[in-house]
């Protein structure tokens, strides 16, 4: 596979229920991005792991927890969830170095996400 | 706060008209970011503007930046039922972050 692949696509789930979002880039890239994208916001972005360690955190609250085991993969794991965190949710990963260039976002496929 | 506003947010229009999206944003940034989504895809980058002055052509797309005015734009020279998708700017405020506009959707009629 190429590119940035997640799993599943589309995942519905109750309130109590425990899940995982998993992604995986084949790019080589070196920092990886949670962005929510719902109706009526803007894309939203959620977590960002840079060499593995994370550097950002909206705001987001505690019930989305992001996990990092390597450069190339990386997980949101969902519990207790709400209604309201129905969205798509899309990975993306990039190569940061010193030129800027680099930087362009790939972005994954997105699992649809519905919490009942 | 950062903001980066597009406009229009929805935009349809005739095959072979022209038309430009803008996108202005509230700080500093060097780059500015223009990507494609099509209904139930994912996001798909176009261009990378990376100065003052920038210009890029892509097909039936061109995009420009001016950091002094803080504006962007996609300008859509002869549109064609191809180009009907959901189009985003964002700005990289810092090396690991990036926000984005609101999103324009396009949408073009024969």
């Known amino acids: 596979e190429t590119g940035v692949t997640q799993t599943p696509r589309h995942l519905v789930m109750g309130m109590t229920n425990k899940k995982s979002l998993k992604c995986e880039q084949h790019?080589?890239?070196?920092?990886m991005y949670w962005y929510k994208q719902s109706a009526k916001k803007p894309l939203e972005l959620m977590f960002v792991?840079?060499?593995?360690?994370?550097?950002e955190n909206n705001s987001v609250p505690s019930r989305f927890s992001p996990e990092c085991p390597n450069s190339s993969h990386l997980f949101l794991h969902l519990h207790t969830l709400q209604p309201e965190d129905s969205a798509l949710y899309l990975c993306?990963?990039?190569?940061?170095?010193?030129?800027?260039?680099?930087?362009?976002?790939?972005f994954g496929p997105g699992t649809r996400l519905l919490v009942l | 706060e950062l903001k980066v506003e597009q406009n229009p947010l929805f935009l349809s229009m005739q095959e072979g008209k022209n038309y430009t999206i803008y996108c202005n944003y509230s700080?500093?940034?060097?780059?500015l970011y223009w990507y494609r989504q099509d209904p139930g895809k994912s996001l798909e980058s176009l261009f990378v503007l990376l100065s003052n002055g920038a210009v890029k052509q892509e097909g039936r797309l061109m995009a420009s930046l001016d950091t002094k005015a803080r504006l962007s734009t996609l300008h859509i020279t002869a549109a064609v039922h191809d180009l009907s998708a959901t189009y985003f700017c964002?700005?990289?405020?810092?090396?690991?972050?990036?926000?984005f506009g609101a999103g324009t959707r396009l949408t073009v009629k024969p």
């Open positions: 790019l080589g890239h070196n920092a």
């Open positions: 964002a700005v990289a405020p810092d090396v690991d972050d990036m926000r």
């Open positions: 700080t500093t940034s060097d780059r």
């Open positions: 993306a990963s990039s190569h940061i170095t010193t030129g800027p260039e680099s930087e362009t976002q790939y």
């Open positions: 792991y840079n060499f593995k360690e994370q550097t």
